[in-house]
């Protein structure tokens, strides 16, 4: 080898070095970094018949297949997260069975206060039992309906800030995409700009779940697993929200969940949020409603003191039940004032009936009897209720708390089985694309070893020069 070459190939040897040091200081630097991907530097031989050594290429360590799998398992996990979040915070208020706060406790207080006024129908304290009850009974109900209306107020916005969230990243792809036309591939930039594209796929595959395509220039695109373009190079199709119904559009085609003939999303916080919107709220806002209508309608069937559209002991907001009127009754739900306790109730009319127009013999408890027989009467709640038509009046509230607190748990559970699905896959991720550092010290000693070869070759060769020009 002449002592050009001999120079040639340490200096290359060097600057690669340099290079190498400072792809293994970034490695270590970013350790632990949340979603940094370890990095490794290609050396090849020098072409033009030079000799030495050069960097080829700076490559972010990435596994396609886990990077797939992780950005599926997250956006499972979201959304069985969202929705057990969503249901916790309304079943929290909703209670259980046996707690003494339910619907199902309050109508059992409220029926035992029955059973003490068949007992003692001409008892003023017993007769104002049954009128406490039944207040207690219509603002569980109330509170109830109150409560689910925050949740879907809440979901509603969450739903927005989400949109927003997903727009804003899509046009962050969409300035990356255009920045990184302009960098050279495997350069230090190219692969920070990788990093860059990568974190936002990942909060993108946790808001929807998506299926993206890379181009010969390392550009991204963007779709939904139905194949609704959310990005393709430079163009975003904006996604949009419309609160009333619940439809989520990608520019002008719709990626609603849970919508007939519509290829929507599987996955990811947004399916979370469109399933207690359209599926899960509406389904337990029925069940109040015709558990509402059952209280009204009961009470209404049994009161034979009652003209055509008399109202009954609970009351539509002070009237008689109107078929045409279901929806939101629970939120409406009221005692008839004329046995209220904050008004000039007349108690004897629990005995009597609301409609009887003066009171009745003090030991008559004909209507007391058939209020209690109405607690039997099929409340007739349609299938889209989840309830069976033939749970009666007095097991109604029951099955109503139980079956909401079944969604519940069944939405914890799904979300425990779906998080751990998620850390496995991600931590399998981590491991394998993540840094660690033992290996980077031991490359940083190789490098070590070799910048000191190379300066060695130098000095020699500095010296040989020396000697030579000595020699002349």
């Known amino acids: 080898m002449s002592l050009t070459g001999a120079l040639n190939s340490a200096s290359s040897g060097l600057r690669t070095t340099q290079t190498l040091s400072s792809v293994a200081a970034d490695n270590v630097a970013n350790a632990l970094t949340p ?8 050396v090849v031989s020098t072409a033009n018949g030079q000799r030495g050594v050069t960097i080829a290429d700076i490559r972010r360590e990435v596994d396609a297949s886990l990077q797939r799998m992780s950005r599926m398992e997250t956006g499972k996990m979201v959304r069985y997260q969202v929705l057990d979040e969503g249901l916790s915070r309304y079943t929290a208020f909703l209670g259980q069975p046996g707690d003494g706060r339910s619907p199902a406790d309050k109508f059992s207080a409220f029926q035992n206060s ?6 003692m129908p001409s008892a003023h304290g017993a007769q104002s039992g049954v009128a406490l009850a039944a207040e207690d009974l219509a603002q569980s109900v109330r509170g109830a309906a109150t409560s689910l209306s925050t949740t879907l107020s809440e979901v509603d916005m969450e739903m927005r800030y989400e949109v927003a969230d997903l727009n804003q990243a899509l046009y962050q792809l969409q300035d990356l995409n255009a920045k990184r036309l302009a960098f050279e591939p495997g350069t230090a930039n190219a692969a920070n700009m990788g990093e860059q594209i990568d974190g936002l796929l990942d909060q993108i595959s946790g808001i929807v779940d998506t299926r993206v395509s890379f181009s010969s220039t390392g550009t991204v695109s963007v779709y939904t697993v ?35 003939g519509v290829r929507g999303l599987q996955h990811g916080s947004l399916v979370g949020l469109s399933e207690l919107k359209r599926t899960v709220i509406p389904q337990f806002n029925a069940q109040l409603d015709e558990y509402a209508r059952g209280l009204i309608q009961s009470f209404e069937n049994a009161d034979t003191s009652l003209a055509p559209g008399e109202a009954g002991l609970f009351t539509d907001n002070g009237a008689a039940y109107n078929p045409a009127n279901l929806t939101g009754l629970a939120s409406r739900l009221q005692v008839n004032e004329k046995v209220s306790l904050t008004g000039d109730g007349e108690m004897w009319r629990l005995r009597d009936g609301l409609g009887a127009t003066s009171e009745g013999p003090a030991a008559d408890t004909t209507q007391i009897a058939a209020f209690v027989d109405g607690f039997n009467a099929a409340v007739g709640a349609p299938a889209s209720t989840g309830i069976a038509a033939t749970v009666t009046l007095r097991d109604f509230a029951a099955e109503m708390v139980t079956s909401q607190s079944t969604a519940r748990v069944r939405a914890e559970n799904n979300y425990s089985a779906a998080r751990t699905a998620a850390e496995m896959v991600n931590g399998t991720r981590s491991n394998a694309e993540g840094v660690n550092i033992d290996d ?4 940083l000693l190789l490098i070590e070893q070799s910048y000191a070869a190379n300066s060695r070759v130098l000095t020699t060769v500095s010296n040989m020069i020396d000697t030579l020009i000595a020699a002349v």
């Open 35 to 42: 979603g940094y991907t370890r990095r490794s530097a290609a």
């Open 114 to 119: 029955f059973t003490t006024l068949i007992n």
């Open 226 to 260: 139905g194949g609704a373009a959310l990005i393709e190079g430079q163009s975003v199709q904006d996604v949009t929200f419309n609160a009333g119904d619940g439809t989520l559009m990608a520019g002008q085609q719709d990626i609603t969940p849970f919508k007939d």
């Open 440 to 443: 980077e010290m031991q490359r």
